[in-house]
Nanobody, 121 residues
Framework: QVQLVESGGGLVQPGGSLRLSCAAS????????MGWYRQAPGKQRDLVAR???????NYVDSVKGRFTISRDNAKNTVYLQMNSLKPEDTAVYYC???????????????WGQGTQVTVSS
């Protein structure tokens, strides 16, 4: 019953900005953490940014100072503001969430379907 729905991807020129959104829905007791991963063709899926339920954040070194992760707890939504985008940021971006469900009182990870981000002239 838990779903992650992503939006906000697209085509942008180098130096431009995008904001990704991921909304979680279902029988959710608590979202312990949410994050964004990305995967380019032929490459590993890597963590981009993560935020916990107490607001702690971490970022991969290559996006520090350019990307900002944030939450709207009332909407069960996480955002990734991406500024100063580079061609190297081109990838499919996946939302990830660690969620405790009402029905189980146990946590597990969920994944979104992915949204394409392309940075090109």
């Amino acid at each position: 019953q838990v779903q992650l729905v992503e939006s906000g991807g697209g085509l942008v020129q180098p130096g431009g900005s995008l904001r990704l959104s991921c909304a979680a829905s279902g029988s959710i007791f608590r979202i312990n953490a949410m994050g964004w991963y990305r995967q380019a063709p032929g490459k590993q899926r890597d963590l981009v940014a993560r935020i916990t339920n107490v607001g702690s954040t971490n970022y991969v070194d290559s996006v520090k100072g350019r990307f900002t992760i944030s939450r709207d707890n009332a909407k069960n939504t996480v955002y990734l503001q991406m500024n100063s985008l580079k061609p190297e940021d081109t990838a499919v971006y996946y939302c990830n969430a660690d969620i405790t469900r009402i029905i189980t009182n146990r946590s597990r990870e969920y994944w979104g379907q992915g949204t394409q981000v392309t940075v090109s002239s």
